[in-house]
Every structure is written in C-alpha cells, then in structure tokens.
C-alpha cells in the first residue's frame, strides 16, 4: 500500500540557518504530494502541494520539489525563523478507486532558536 | 470564506460512554473527512463522506461512525470509548473535483477528546 517517510525529528536549528526535511513515498499510480504544517494546539496547515513530476511547490519561503526518480519529496527553506518552529507533516493522495484518503507520515519537529 | 469548524474543540469522557464530534465543512466543499491524531500511532485516517455517502474508511474498529447531512456538515461518533480513543480528531474537507486527488484538504482545529 501507500506510504510515506519522512525524517524522524526533533530537528533544532539556529535562526537563518538553512532547514531540510527529507520525505520519500511509495504509491501506486501517479500521486499528489503535500506538506502540512501544525502549530502547538492547532489543527494542520497546507504548506505547499505538488501534483506531478517535476512541479515545485512553494510557500513562505519553503519549496519541495516533486521527484518521481527517486520517490522524494524533500522540503526546504533557505533561512529559518523562530516563528517556523512546528511539526511539519509529509503527505501524499493517490487516484484510488476507494476515495480520497491522505497517507501521512509521522511528522517532524522543528525547533528555531534566536 | 470561513474555514473549517469543529465542535466541540475540547471533551471529556469516561470508559464506556459515548461520543459525537461536529464538524462544518468550508462553504461549497462537499467531501468531509475524519483523522485520529495521537503521538504513537500518528495521523491516521478514519473515512470520507462525499455527497451524504461513505466514501472511503480506514482500518478502525465499528465503535467509529459517522454521517454527512445534505448541507455537507458531518458528524462522527465513537460508541463504547476505551482509554485508547483519546486523541485529536481533525475534521478535513475538499471541493470533491472529479478524480479528486489533486485536491487540497482543509483541516479544522480539531476536538481534544480525553476519555478517563
């Protein structure tokens, strides 16, 4: 079935410094991909999607790019700020016959020291 | 354009009783979808209403219920609670395009349930 791995967190960083989280999928068929993001006592954020091969998506300063050769959609910010801190989640939906379902992977924490 | 509600946002319950969690969809969406969040087992998914229908469920027991109503509001329900349901519930919703998996899902705040 399908399935989503991202890095195991916490992940600390210093403010301005540069943040990747690493997430790979397995799916049949051709998934969407999407990170969320969740605040302390909140529900998720959309972040940024992707639909097909090759599409970045982008937001805030974050961008994933969507790789189908290597299964991979990792995200990236060039300089993190304190206000990033969160739990940012890895997901994907695919065109299942049995409705739409969003495969989440476990989530990574971010903490962004001053 | 409001975003997705959920009521109650906080509950607690004892073993055994039951539950009903509510949640309005974001206007003209009409596909709602249920999520447990808890910090072992993660974001996992309970099933989707489209069009006052079942659409899609997720490998939970029967005690997990729920119903959509012709305005798209849904409502899930777990009967008989044990220590185990208590977690998060996010509510999530989308427009329901044909095809539907480019959709973005929008979630709620969720309801905190803590069963005792």
């Known amino acids: 079935g399908d399935s989503v791995t991202q890095m195991e967190g916490p992940v600390t960083l210093s403010e301005e410094a540069f943040l990747t989280i690493n997430c790979t999928y397995t799916?049949?068929?051709?998934?969407?991909l999407f990170w969320y993001v969740q605040y302390p006592g909140e529900g998720l954020q959309l972040l940024l999607k992707a639909t097909k091969a090759d599409d970045k998506g982008s937001n805030k300063g974050f961008e994933a790019t969507y790789r189908k050769e290597t299964t991979s959609f990792h995200l990236e910010k060039g300089s993190v700020q304190v206000s990033d801190s969160a739990v940012y989640f890895c997901a994907l939906a695919s065109n299942s016959n049995s409705g739409y379902a969003l495969n989440f992977g476990k989530g990574t924490s971010l903490l962004v020291t001053p | 354009k409001a975003g997705v509600t959920q009521t109650p946002r906080y509950l607690i319950k004892t073993r055994g009783q039951q539950v009903t969690l509510s949640c309005s969809p974001i206007?003209?969406?009409?596909?709602v979808s249920w999520y447990q969040q808890t910090p072992g087992q993660g974001l996992q998914f309970l099933f989707e209403?489209?069009?006052?229908?079942?659409?899609n469920k997720g490998n939970f027991p029967g005690r997990f219920s729920g119903r959509q109503f012709s305005n798209s509001r849904s409502e899930m329900n777990v009967s008989t609670l044990e220590l185990g349901d208590s977690a998060l519930y996010l509510c999530?919703?989308?427009?329901?395009?044909?095809?539907?998996?480019?959709?973005?899902?929008?979630f709620g705040p969720g309801t905190r349930l803590t069963v005792l």
């Open positions: 799916a049949t068929g051709y998934p969407s």
């Open positions: 999530a919703s989308r427009v329901g395009t044909s095809g539907g998996y480019t959709d973005t899902q929008y």
């Open positions: 209403y489209f069009s006052e229908t079942q659409r």
């Open positions: 206007s003209g969406h009409r596909s």
